[in-house]
């Protein structure tokens, strides 16, 4: 910023702006009386009391306030900032004037609201508000956006059908990508599964799936390979990808993270031997090969899962339960099947249906209590049933365990890579479950699949092209633009003592050796001013938080 | 008979949390005294000593760090 641009601003030249919001405001507090004494404040030159500061017409008063009365610096006198800065910020730029100029009184939310049925008390604590919101913006100072290049690139880990379908949906939108697979052959664990709910074959689904990810020419796919490294921020990672022909060091802007999970092997639980009595997988295995001989089947479900150790529901072991007791009463319709479960977890129009049906086709279900769980004994499965009041059992020549997806055992190891979070169970963790489901809290990388959480493999494809949109939101801007409000550290005072830098949560700040003092990557930086409030020689500040900003603001008490 | 007293409080609230539970409690009508005041910080982490002090100094009877 020019030296005649900054001396525009040295002499504060205040607007103030005070807004009746319908009756919200001005029903428990007088705004006139808060408008007048607003005129009395140092270097206030202009207020004005509006209707609806936020309607169009209170947004053309404010910037007909600002070319009018030459103002340098707004403030809003009104609701939550949380809400509403973003809208007044950028109609004061509009107007030409610095949005880092602007300062928002909260005397609604946190005054007008709740304080009702207290007019006087109110008013008083709403000019009281609306001084100390004058005193910090005397002090604001103008500032730059940071802006910062993107990479139209994407690093894809993991080639199951949660990463291909991102890769495909990102390569459809003609940006690059770069899809790292650890096994030597696309599809994750659905190419072992045998056929889907859905009844397709499900190694045939993902093997079209990669047909056409091999064809794609925006996907350089790597088999065999693994991630070793990643460093920098959104819209600019420098990636170290190990493959078979050596390391290939790439650029990228975002990455996904698509590396899905496993199934639980039951040793030592239920007898599991992989003979008579076997895991989810292996039945999908012999009805695969059919090779199924059993003619007595039971189920049991949540082998592994709800219980102390691992206290999550997996989601889909009682639909693939119900998919395999169907299909062997298809194929086999003479064989006796039992489904032995504590709740089924069949959600869902799709998955309802499918438990009616395979009741319809003879499947029988029964509830056992997981604090008196199944026994199995030779060729004998022993239960009790709480409806009936009676111990039951039931003879059988396979009995099958509805094991639950587990995280893969690395999964710790891409989390520490990428910096990014996973739950007590060891599943990746979203920003938000709600609000963000596939972000992570650090921007610029995204998580698919079953390594979020067990996931079907429609959930597994949904999640992946809702990622690639998350995605090309980011990188089809023309660069990134982010907040002003971050920290900076003055390298005349800095005396390199890293106090900071231990602070610091976003790992923003590293030592620059050669120097000797600390510096700031604004677009790690979150703002949160840490680093300020801990620096021993006040060389780290906070854009638009300074020490003397707050002391004005709380000095004008 | 002496005044009722009336402490002066001034929270320091974060603006991710603290202080988005002050606009909840607005939008819920949720009524507390007026002589408790809000000032917006962008992480209680960032809050300086020296914040604190000032606001004892200003005739604060409490002072709140919320985060
Ligand atoms: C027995 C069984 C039956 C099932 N039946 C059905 C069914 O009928 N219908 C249905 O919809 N779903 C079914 N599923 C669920 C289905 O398998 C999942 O929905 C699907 O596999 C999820 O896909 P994904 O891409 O998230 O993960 P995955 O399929 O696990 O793929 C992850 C991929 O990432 C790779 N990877 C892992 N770590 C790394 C790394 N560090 N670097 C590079 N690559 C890595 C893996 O090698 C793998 O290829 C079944 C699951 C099981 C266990
Ligand atoms: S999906 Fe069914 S079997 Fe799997 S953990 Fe949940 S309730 Fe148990
Ligand atoms: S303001 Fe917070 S995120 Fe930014 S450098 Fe300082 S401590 Fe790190
Ligand atoms: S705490 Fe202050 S003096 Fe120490 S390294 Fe950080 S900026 Fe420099």
Redesign the interface.
């Known amino acids: 910023m020019s030296k005649e641009t900054l001396a525009f601003y040295e002499e504060p030249r205040i607007g103030v702006f005070v807004c009746d919001c319908g009756s919200n405001i001005a029903g428990h507090l007088d705004c006139s009386q808060v408008a007048e004494y607003a005129e009395t404040l140092p270097h206030v030159v202009y207020v004005k009391e509006n209707l609806y500061t936020c309607s169009e017409s209170g947004i053309v008063e404010i910037q007909k306030g600002i070319k009018d009365h030459n103002l340098n610096r707004v403030v809003v006198a009104s609701c ?4 509403h800065h973003p809208l007044f910020s950028s109609s004061c730029a509009e107007a030409g004037l610095n949005p880092y100029l602007f300062e928002m009184v ?1 005397i ?4 007008s ?4 049925g ?1 007019r006087d ?2 008013t ?2 709403a000019k ?2 609306v001084r ?1 919101g004058v005193a910090k913006s005397a002090g604001l100072e103008p500032q730059e956006e940071i802006e910062s290049s993107l990479i139209r690139k994407i690093l894809v880990i993991g080639g199951g059908v949660a990463g291909m379908s991102a890769a495909q949906a990102l390569a459809g939108m003609n940006l690059e990508v770069i899809l790292v697979e650890k096994s030597s052959q696309y599809g994750g664990l659905l190419r072992q599964v045998n056929t889907l709910d859905t009844g397709e074959d499900a190694l045939e689904s993902v093997q079209a799936l990669a047909g056409e990810i091999s064809t794609q020419e925006h996907i350089k796919g790597y088999l065999s390979s693994e991630v070793r490294d990643v460093s920098g921020y959104i819209g600019n990672y420098d990636v170290r990808i190990n493959t078979p022909d050596g390391e290939v060091a790439d650029k990228v802007g975002c990455i996904v993270v698509a590396t899905g999970a496993v199934s639980l092997i039951p040793e030592g639980l239920f007898e599991y031997d992989g003979k008579q009595v076997v895991s989810m997988m292996e039945l999908e295995q012999q009805l695969k090969h059919n090779d199924l001989s059993a003619k007595r089947v039971v189920f049991i479900q949540c082998a592994g899962a709800r219980n102390e150790q691992r206290e999550y529901c997996s989601r889909i072991c009682c639909m693939m339960a119900v998919k395999n007791a169907m299909l062997i009463k298809e194929k086999y319709p003479l064989t006796d099947v039992q489904v032995l479960y504590r709740d089924m977890q069949m959600y869902g129009t799709h998955k309802e249906q499918m438990l009616w049906n395979a009741r319809g086709m003879g499947v029988r279900f029964h509830v056992y209590d997981p604090a008196d769980p199944p026994r199995v004994a030779g060729g004998n499965v022993s239960f009790y049933q709480s409806v009936t009041n009676e111990e039951v059992s039931l003879e059988t020549d396979l009995t099958v365990l509805s094991t639950p997806l587990v995280p893969r055992s690395d999964a710790g190891t891409i989390a520490n890579m990428l910096r990014v979070p996973t739950d007590q169970n060891g599943f990746f963790l979203e920003a938000h479950a709600k609000l963000r489901p596939l972000d992570f809290a650090a921007d610029g990388i995204f998580v698919c699949g079953s390594g979020r959480y067990p996931a079907t493999s429609v959930e597994a494809k949904t999640q992946g092209i809702g990622v690639a949109s998350r995605v090309a939101a980011i990188l089809f801007k023309d660069k990134l633009v982010k907040s002003a ?1 971050v920290a900076k550290i003055h390298p005349e005072s800095c005396v390199g003592c890293m106090a900071c830098l231990s ?1 610091c ?1 976003y790992e923003a700040i590293s030592y620059n050796p050669e120097l000797r003092v600390c510096e700031i990557n604004e677009i790690l930086c979150k ?4 680093c ?2 801990t620096c021993p020689s006040h060389s780290a500040e ?1 854009k638009g ?1 300074k ?1 003397e900003q ?2 004005a ?3 004008a ?1 | 008979m002496g005044q009722e007293f009336n402490p ?1 409080i ?1 929270t320091f609230a974060c ?1 991710w949390c603290s ?2 539970a ?2 909840l ?3 819920s ?7 408790m ?7 209680s ?7 604190i002090l ?2 004892f100094e ?3 009877d409490g002072v709140l760090v919320s985060g």
């Open positions: 939550s900032p949380r809400t909260n609604r939310d946190q005054c609201w709740v304080h009702m207290k008390n109110a008083h604590k009281e508000l100390m409000i602070m949560p703002g949160c001013g840490n300020a409030a906070l938080y020490a707050l002391l603001q709380i000095g008490l | 002066k001034i603006n202080y988005a002050a606009d409690a607005g939008v009508r949720v009524q507390y005294p007026p002589s005041k809000i000032i917006r910080v962008m992480c982490g960032g809050i300086n000593p020296n914040y000032k606001a200003r005739g604060a």
